[in-house]
């Protein structure tokens, strides 16, 4: 999958342009997840491996695919790191927005991306 939070605002709608043109509708998914969580303030709320109540900041989207049958078996996990700098990742059925607005570094986009996990 695309790392959405490496382009920039003109980058972002060119690929969306571009999606919507070859009818690749797990990508525009992904564009609208990442729309929708990235840089917010998010709280676990159900799940196994995220203690519930945890709250952090999202940093990183991705559609994958679990299963064999292409059709189905999608899903959206969401990185997020709280207060202490801990990285959680989750399905987005496990979080709830609790602020939806973002933070400088996330409406530049990439500042905040996986690989400054360290």
């Given at each position: 999958?695309?790392?959405?939070?490496?382009?920039?605002?003109?980058?972002?709608?060119r690929?969306?342009d571009?999606?919507?043109?070859e009818?690749?509708?797990?990508a525009?998914?992904?564009?609208?997840?990442?729309?929708?969580?990235?840089?917010k303030?998010?709280?676990?709320v159900?799940g196994?491996?995220?203690?519930?109540?945890?709250?952090?900041?999202?940093?990183?989207?991705?559609?994958?695919?679990?299963?064999?049958?292409?059709?189905?078996?999608?899903?959206?996990?969401?990185?997020?790191?709280?207060?202490?700098g801990?990285?959680?990742?989750?399905?987005?059925?496990?979080?709830?927005?609790?602020?939806?607005?973002?933070?400088?570094e996330?409406?530049?986009?990439?500042?905040?991306?996986?690989?400054?996990l360290?």
């Amino acid at each position: 999958m695309t790392k959405l939070w490496n382009m920039t605002s003109d980058e972002l709608e060119r690929y969306t342009d571009y999606c919507i043109r070859e009818g690749n509708l797990q990508a525009l998914t992904e564009i609208h997840d990442y729309h929708k969580w990235y840089g917010k303030m998010v709280k676990v709320v159900k799940g196994r491996k995220c203690p519930k109540g945890t709250t952090g900041r999202v940093f990183y989207v991705e559609r994958k695919h679990y299963g064999t049958n292409p059709w189905f078996g999608w899903s959206t996990r969401v990185g997020f790191r709280d207060d202490d700098g801990n990285a959680y990742f989750t399905n987005e059925d496990n979080l709830e927005i609790v602020d939806n607005s973002l933070t400088d570094e996330s409406k530049e986009g990439g500042q905040n991306h996986v690989e400054n996990l360290g």
